[in-house]
């Protein structure tokens, strides 16, 4: 019994090893045909701005697809790397084959592995026409010459060998299962979300290596910011419905649901350039199994949501009433055109992350930017400020520990 434990578990090591070191591709002029065929540049283009890509291999005030953008992870920050095709510092010498690896298995072309901040174990499960025509798309951008930006991250988890046991552990390199049950527009939406879209990059639980955990879409965090379920997992007081997401997720606004903020400006972003038809099968895969809306129960949620809008000083003001009398109560009181903060997700969330920074840093749209107030408020007074807007307009449980939520965000 001992002997075939001993022999099971050197199986598993060797098994979790056996990734950890993999063989170099080799280097080669781009599998990319001369006029790479129109059709299957704009596949790429469609697949890229879904996955948004470009923003996330792109530095702040950097050339496109250049790399250097920065991902915060609790074992600190990794940097993303250029995938223009310039052939010293870029992906100008990976064939396909290596381009699919990098999407599938989380390897670079010289066998090292890539850290999950670049989401393979979503990737994984893209179909090889799809995998081909981002190809054709990266391949077509102009080359930019830009070395990798360092990451900053502490022992062990710069020890890139490691991921192998990861991978062994957590990667499901498994293509996407169809289900037949659902109609075609939601099995394309199923399949962007899941995979190029990796919505639950964000949106899903993690564990404490960072692996996705629990339930799909169940709701996670992402930089600082809580990402709400989606789908039968949805916490809004007024439930998304497929017309709603389309509107939000084509241009980040709804007046339901506010304007989005935070990381999921980014993916608006990317998404403004995304085929219609995919926004639409996005949105339906992500309201399916959801009630249908009932009109009267949307206005009555909505009346509720106003009926609770600041209208004016209370008898005895707190302090934290007293701030935000003084500066917000100029745009979010009763009567006013923006949407009613109690309907806002980061008022509703259970940490007060969003909150924080979005006051802090502000919140761009195109219907009225909100300005940000990092100058102007204390940390003493943001935390009154926070205190009072979730007691004042949510229906969760006081948040705690507002102190360190706010030196984080500073």
């Not at 005030?61 to 920050?77: E, N, S």
């Not at 404490?208 to 709701?219: D, E, I, N, Y």
């Not at 007046?255 to 403004?272: E, F, K, N, Q, S």
């Not at 930017?369 to 004042?392: K, Q, T, V």
């Amino acid at each position: 019994m001992r002997t075939a434990s001993f022999l099971a578990a050197a199986a598993a090591i060797l098994a979790g090893c056996a990734g950890i070191f993999a063989p170099e591709l080799r280097a080669q002029s781009s599998d990319l045909p001369a006029g790479a065929v129109a059709a299957n540049v704009e596949i790429g283009r469609n697949l890229s701005a879904i996955g948004s890509c470009e923003t996330c291999h792109t530095a702040p005030g950097g050339a496109a697809f250049a790399g250097g953008r920065g991902v915060v992870t609790p074992f600190g920050t990794i940097h993303s790397t250029n995938i223009t095709p310039d052939p010293a510092t870029g992906i100008g010498g990976w064939s396909r084959a290596a381009f699919a690896d990098a999407l599938r298995n989380g390897r670079a072309r010289d066998g090292s592995h890539l850290y999950p901040a670049h989401p393979y174990d979503h990737f994984t499960g893209m179909v090889a026409a799809d995998i081909d025509a981002l190809y054709d798309y990266i391949l077509t951008r102009p080359p930019v010459r830009k070395a990798a930006t360092r990451n900053d991250l502490a022992f062990p988890y710069n020890v890139r060998a490691l991921l192998g046991v990861w991978n062994f552990a957590f990667l499901d390199r498994s293509l996407w299962r169809v289900d037949a049950s659902a109609d075609a527009e939601t099995q394309r939406g199923a399949y962007l979300v899941e995979t190029v879209g990796h919505c639950g990059a964000c949106h899903a639980p993690r564990n404490v290596a960072g692996a996705r955990s629990g339930k799909t879409l169940a709701g996670g965090m992402a930089d600082g910011w809580e990402a709400p379920g989606l789908g039968t997992f949805d916490p809004a007081p007024i439930k998304w419905t497929k017309e709603a997401l389309v509107d939000y997720l084509s241009d980040g606004w709804h007046p339901h649901h506010g304007t989005a903020a935070g990381p999921m400006r980014d993916v608006v972003r990317g998404l403004a350039q995304a085929a219609p038809s995919d926004i639409r099968a996005m949105a339906a895969y992500l309201t399916r199994g959801t009630p249908a809306q009932d009109p009267v129960r949307t206005q009555a949620a909505l009346e509720a949501a106003r009926a609770r809008d600041y209208a004016g000083p209370s008898a005895n003001p707190n302090a934290g009433e007293r701030i935000f009398a003084r500066a917000c109560a100029g745009c979010h009181r009763a009567g006013s055109q923006t949407v009613p903060m109690a309907l806002y997700a980061a008022v509703n969330a259970a940490s007060p992350g969003g909150f924080i920074r979005a006051t802090l840093a502000g919140v761009p749209s195109p219907r009225g930017s909100m300005p940000g107030f990092a100058a102007s408020l204390s940390d003493a007074e943001l935390a009154e400020l926070a205190a009072y807007a979730r007691a004042r307009f949510a229906s969760g449980p006081a948040w705690t520990d507002l102190p360190a939520a706010i030196k984080a965000a500073r």
